[in-house]
C-alpha cells in the first residue's frame, strides 16, 4: 500500500468513526453480525438513511454486506480499526514521552 493510499483509507475509517450513529452501529455489530432492518430498529431514522451511514462504514473498510434473498446482513471488519490504531499510537508514544519529560523537567526543578 502506498502513503497516498494509506493516507485515503485512514481519512476513509477517521471520517466513519466521526459520526455517533456510525460509531453505534459498529458497537452493535461487534456483538456479531445483523441485518439491516436490526441495526436501524434502535435509531430513529429510516432504513434508508441507516444504510447511507452502512455505506460510510464500508467505504471503509469497517464492515462486509452480505445478502441473501432480500436480506442485507453485515458483520465488523476490524481491521481498518487496528491501522488507526497503530497511526495513533505513533503519536500516542511521541506525547507520552514529552509529558514524561516534562514532569520530569518539572519534578527536577521543585527539588
Not at 461487534?30 to 429510516?46: F, N, Q
Not at 442485507?72 to 508514544?93: E, F, K, V
Amino acid at each position: 500500500m502506498t502513503g497516498i493510499d494509506e493516507d485515503d483509507r485512514l481519512d476513509d475509517v477517521f471520517h466513519a468513526l466521526a459520526n455517533r450513529t456510525r460509531r453505534a452501529l459498529l458497537r452493535t455489530l461487534a456483538a456479531g453480525p445483523a441485518r439491516v432492518t436490526e441495526l436501524a430498529a434502535p435509531h430513529d431514522m429510516s432504513i434508508n438513511a441507516v444504510s447511507k451511514h452502512l455505506f460510510v462504514l464500508e467505504r471503509a473498510g469497517l464492515i462486509r454486506r452480505t445478502s441473501e434473498g432480500h436480506v442485507q446482513s453485515c458483520l465488523l471488519d476490524a481491521g481498518p480499526l487496528a491501522d488507526a490504531d497503530a497511526w495513533i499510537a505513533t503519536y500516542r508514544d511521541f506525547w507520552s514521552g514529552r509529558i514524561d519529560r516534562l514532569a520530569a523537567f518539572v519534578e527536577k526543578g521543585r527539588r
